[in-house]
């Protein structure tokens, strides 16, 4: 069964850190373009990161340096760490999968969720300040 199930979320004050992992079941997770998205509420879903099928890492401008997406290939599991967090952080996160085979050709800044063909169910993040 193709699945992704996410854990990790929860509240944290601001400054904190969390990590998100998403289980990956009915595909072979080294051929799929992995991605985190997330929705505040009231504004659009938004990329977080990318971690490719080539192996290429891809952020979200504002989230560099503070975010780092990484896969245990052995695990089946992608994670998200996320540090220095802030209120803004404050959304639904999501993990998704790009099953295609040339999923990689697809520049980051052109990622969309409607592209990605396995979802999960998201997880809540509440930062406060």
């Known amino acids: 069964q193709v699945q992704l199930v996410e854990s990790g979320g929860g509240s944290v004050q601001a400054g904190g850190s969390l990590r998100l992992s998403c289980g990956v079941s009915?595909?072979?997770?080294?051929?799929?373009?992995l991605a985190w998205f997330r929705q505040a509420p009231g504004k659009e879903r938004e990329g977080v990161a990318r971690?490719?099928?080539?192996?290429?890492?891809n952020y979200a401008d504002s989230l560099k340096g503070r975010f780092t997406i990484s896969i245990n290939y052995a695990k089946s599991t992608l994670y998200l760490q996320m540090n220095s967090l802030k209120p803004d952080d404050t959304a639904m996160y999501y993990c998704?999968?790009?099953?295609?085979?040339?999923?990689?050709?697809?520049?980051?800044?052109?990622?969309?969720?409607?592209?990605?063909?396995?979802r999960g169910q998201g997880t809540q993040v509440t930062v406060s300040s």
């Open positions: 998704a999968a790009d099953t295609r085979p040339e999923c990689w050709r697809t520049w980051w800044s052109a990622v969309k969720w409607s592209e990605y063909n396995v």
């Open positions: 009915g595909f072979i997770v080294s051929r799929a373009c």
């Open positions: 971690f490719d099928s080539s192996g290429v890492t």
